[in-house]
């Protein structure tokens, strides 16, 4: 055991993993001993223990040993004692960091085996497709020698394939494929089609950038609609003639943007309206959001193209084409009109689910990252979990430089290609990390000017990613990337690097989060490789721009530089890193507020898709459906004769019409009784209530009848939600203002949300009664008519 794998002073956790290592070694040679026969069958041995009623965690030590025996012999990897503590830590739910370079892939399938053995499927995600298929082909002969099955799902695979790969003990893909998997399944009317297992356990590869960069990104699903096009061309005209500080505002941290009076005043009279706020204003005032957001938020050649006359969005993580997506509730359109394209159809939001909130309806969830230290308050107060910093197997000999922070942007990148053309000349490799698309463009340009040969990597294939990000530490090679692009590939050393002082990382900017900017370093210098890194900035750099301007113009106007531009300052330092702090928690705030507001929707989802799976789950629809009528029956009371009036005023004419309506073949009299109060109402319309769905059960045993009125209450409930989703999002889009109102936004969005739902889900159920009513009511009228023969017959 080597000591340096432990802190000096750990608390008791670290013991018992420091206890259960010496076990799982002490295991090695009787391990070895096995046949491959011997070996696997341990999987047998444990599933009966497991069935015996033993827990995963007192099989533990013994099934890591198995792996690691089994990993030697299949793949020729031997999991270090760093790999097996990293796979102890997330089998206990918890976030293992660790180093690029030291096998987290080999990690994930320690605990990935173990949670496989309880059979109700583990969740293996990854950050991209590539890496999906990557490790399920990698690990696929590992399991299949453990009699472990292995699924792959993939975006474009059938649904039957997709199916068996959810049957599998362990299904590999990205967190999207997963989500949308959860809301198709939610949406479908043949439970036959749906393809997903109760959740039981996931386990996130690059933890951080699923759980944490994502984030900000809801999942969804959209239906085409056609486009107010000439509203979307007219908010694109107001909205040239907007200006900033002026007509609206923008809060450059969070990105928020709004209307000042003035904006308001000028939309209300280029429509002709008194008051923007109206009930009857809400579509235009979504619209002219729109338009602003489009605007001010998206740039073009930043966020988006303009390719083939079209709109395509840029991937601000990977500085990739995202072909075929688009964004929703007409912000895409918006769009379109400000480049004076051909409006095309609306996404409508049909079903839709946060990250987090997907995520937190797994009952065990782990992962592993290189980096999440910095975000483990979020990690903890929004999954739970907790990040344990895993040490290296080999000491990190990586040198990372003190920040160069120039005056201007135009200094900035002189500095950077006079560091390439220095570091480059004696043959060692040089990675240069840019945050767009646009910046990596500009970087290559001045590399070409400077004759320097490089790989340009944006816009292409992950495959083609992964490759060429592999081929970074040959030597002379200089290769620029967006900071995300190949992210799980290894950049292996090539001959004679290493005496030349490794991988050298270049950064061009600092990051929203000092995590992103550890990615980048931690490209060089793995498994004891030398390397370095620096970053050269300006305080021309956006997240200065951002976060920092009022300080900067402030205090940083003059500088002590060098001819270079290169700002002498010691203080700068914690400037920068304080301005990133900023960032940070700016970023965290944001997230926390996505996840604060998609909570009430999430409450309302858990119910509406509970009441989904009952229906088309059942084998008797009707009896779940038949216990509303009573609901409906209260509803009609409190209608038509609410106590606050006489019951002389009461509308019995039209509660007796509604309650025919609702409950066909029932003999129904009251509109000439003389009630006293409401009490002997509801009283006489229970007993009604009481015989109808005693008339109903004779149907129960009717499977066409049955299916008709299942499908009927599924299209009822599917069509109330996604009228739902969209109040709620016009509702979520008046939160903004009432912050300005000094009222609490959040909590007013879950009172009205609250209302809002209320009123939706009762009207979910009073549709469905009508419509069991719709269908049952000829076969009534067909079974008084065979009474009527009957009669004359004889």
Partial sequence: MKKKLFPDRRGREWKTYEQELRAISRLEDAMTALSDD?????????????????????IRTEAFAVVREAARRVLGLRPYDVQLLGGLIMSDGHIAEMATGEGKTLVAALSGYLFALEEKGVHMITANEYLAQRDYELLSPLYDFLWIRTGLNMNQISQSEKQAAYQADLTYGTGTAFGFDYLRDHMTRDRKNQVQRPYHVAIIDEIDSVLIDEAKTPMIIAGKMEAHANLHKLGALVMRTFHKDVDYQLDPESKAVH??????????????????????????????????????????????????????????????????????????????????????????????????????????????????KTEESEFQSVYGMNVWSVPTNEPVLREDHLDQVYLTQADKYRAIVREVETVNASGQPVLIGTSSILQSEYVSNLLQEAGIRHELLNAKSVEQEARLISLAGQI????????????????????????????????TERHESRRIDNQLKGRAGRQGDPGSSRFLLSLEDEMFERFGKTERDRKWKAPKTNEDGLILNKQIHAFINTVQKISEGTQANIRASILKLDDVIHDQRTVVYGLRDQILHAENPIKII????????????????????????????????????????IDIQIAQVDYEDQAEVISDLHALAERYQGQIQTYESRPEVQHKVAQGALRVLDRHWIRHLEMMNRLKEGVGIRQYQQEDPVRLYQQDGFDLFKHTFHAIKREMILWMADVLEPLEKSKEETKHVRFFES
């Fill in 626 to 665: 038949a216990p509303m009528v009573l609901d409906y029956v209260n509803e009609l009371v409190q209608t038509y004769c609410p106590e606050t009036a006489a019951s002389e005023e009461w509308d019995l004419d039209k509660l007796e019409r509604d309650l025919k309506r609702a409950a066909p073949g």
């Fill in 476 to 507: 002379g090679q200089v290769t620029i990337a967006t900071n995300m692009a190949g992210r799980g590939t290894d950049i292996v050393l090539g001959e004679g690097v290493a005496a030349l002082g490794g991988l050298h990382v270049i950064g």
């Fill in 38 to 58: 011997e070996l696997r069958a341990k999987t047998s041995e444990f599933k009966t223990s497991l069935l015996d009623g033993k827990s995963i965690y007192d």
């Fill in 259 to 372: 209307f000042t009076d003035q904006g308001i005043h000028k939309i209300e009279s280029a429509f002709d309206i008194e008051n923007l706020f109206e009930l009857e204003h809400q579509t235009l005032y979504h619209y002219m959001m729109q338009a602003v957001r489009a605007r001010v938020l998206f740039h073009k050649d930043k966020d988006y193209v303009v390719d083939e006359q079209q709109i395509k969005l840029i991937d601000t993580f990977t500085g990739r084409l995202m072909e075929g997506r688009t964004l929703s509730d007409g912000l895409h359109q918006a769009l379109e009109a400000k480049e004076g394209l051909a409006i095309t159809e609306e996404n409508k939001p049909q079903a839709s689910i946060t990250v987090q909130n997907f995520f937190r309806m797994y009952p065990r969830l782990t992962g592993m990252t290189g980096t999440a």
